[in-house]
């Protein structure tokens, strides 16, 4: 049971907009900066987003990232076929003093 | 470019040890924090150990505290993670990471680690 809820699966067809939500509480995303990681089938994680909402150089503004509260979510608009991936969330939990991932999402675009 | 490749991983037996070696290359690597990550096959992402840029604060996951040691060396532009008393929970691939900006980026192609008799 992972510390931080995402849904397991999400899907949306081409060019459409998905939205994937991460789910924590106070002691990790309340007070904590959140990231998102993509994870392409066979491949290591690349980070997507940082800070909440800060893409790194490369990502493409079609990914976008918010906060409110104790949960965050992953905005992928312009759905392409490339696109599906695995998804997770993650931040640091100052309760456990250990950095917390979400179970992780996958994403279909159908 | 900014590179991390893993070394080190391989079969070992119940109770056996494995050192796991990052080299790190590309960016000034003593001026970041590094953890250690892991996936089990199928499964998600679990956080494994963090360690300072001077390597003087450590963390670890509750599921590996007192089994396994992060260390590193700066001069070498190396992270090492030695993993002992291992158990079959711990087959997974073992990433390496360099922490930027309270996110992860950019990771290492992983190494991987099963444990089995």
């Known amino acids: 049971q992972s510390v931080l809820t995402q849904p397991p699966s999400v899907s949306a067809a081409p060019g459409q907009k998905v939205t994937i939500s991460c789910s924590g509480s106070s002691s990790n995303i309340g007070n904590n900066y959140v990231s998102w990681y993509q994870q392409l089938p066979g491949t290591a994680p690349k980070l997507l987003i940082y800070e909440n909402n800060k893409r790194p150089s490369g990502i493409p503004d079609r990914f976008s990232g918010s906060k409110s509260g104790t949960s965050a979510t992953l905005d992928i608009t312009g759905l392409q076929t490339g696109d599906e991936a695995d998804y997770y969330c993650?931040?640091?939990?100052?309760?456990?003093?250990?950095?917390?991932f979400g179970g992780g999402t996958n994403l279909t675009v159908l | 470019q900014v590179q991390l490749v893993e070394s080190g991983g391989g079969l070992v037996k119940p109770g056996g040890s494995l050192r796991l070696s990052c080299a790190a290359s590309g960016f000034t690597f003593s001026d970041y924090y590094m953890s250690w990550i892991r996936q089990a096959p199928g499964k998600g992402l679990e956080w494994v150990s963090y360690i300072s840029s001077s390597g003087t604060t450590v963390y670890y996951a509750d599921s590996v505290k007192g089994r396994f040691t992060i260390s590193r060396d700066n001069a070498k532009n190396s992270l090492y993670l030695q993993l002992s008393s291992l158990r079959a929970e711990d087959t997974a691939v073992y990433y390496c990471?360099?922490?930027?900006?309270?996110?992860?980026?950019?990771w290492g192609e992983g190494t991987l680690v099963t444990v089995s008799s």
């Open positions: 990471a360099r922490e930027t900006a309270y996110s992860y980026g950019p």
């Open positions: 993650g931040t640091w939990d100052s309760s456990l003093s250990a950095w917390v």
